[in-house]
Each structure stands twice: as structure tokens, then as C-alpha cells.
């Protein structure tokens, strides 16, 4: 992600990486909302931020960064 000029994974904020974990695990975002205790909204807006600062575009990408190790 650096060589792309995209934020380092180092950069996400403990709660990015609870929504990403989430999402890797197979969680909806109206799942990931009831297990967190945030609202739908918070969720989309925490997987449109790790979006920008990663570089991934979809749901499949974060999970299979997470699964290589890069997230």
C-alpha cells in the first residue's frame, strides 16, 4: 500500500480495525452494527474511511488483505 502512496495499515484507528475484522469474519455492516453497538451509518462510514486510507474497493479485498497479513 505504501508504493501506492496509501496510508500504511499502521494508520487505521483501533475501531477501523474492529470493523475490518468484522468484515473479514463474514459480518453484514447491520451485523457488525449490532455487535459493536454503533449505528448502520457508523459502520458505512468506518468501512468508506478504511476504503480511502487503504486503497481497497470492496468488502472481498479487506478480507483478503486480513487474510495475507497485510491489514
Known amino acids: 500500500m505504501r508504493e501506492a502512496g496509501l496510508a500504511p495499515a499502521g494508520a487505521l484507528t483501533p475501531a477501523e480495525r474492529r470493523v475490518i475484522e468484522l468484515v473479514a ?3 453484514s455492516n447491520p451485523q457488525i452494527a449490532d455487535e459493536l453497538h454503533y449505528s448502520r451509518k457508523t459502520v ?3 468501512l ?4 480511502a486510507k487503504t486503497g481497497f474497493k470492496s468488502r472481498v479485498e479487506l478480507a ?8
Open 48 to 51: 468508506t474511511r478504511v476504503y
Open 64 to 71: 483478503l488483505a486480513v487474510e495475507r497479513g497485510e491489514l
Open 44 to 46: 458505512e462510514v468506518y
Open 25 to 27: 469474519g463474514g459480518l
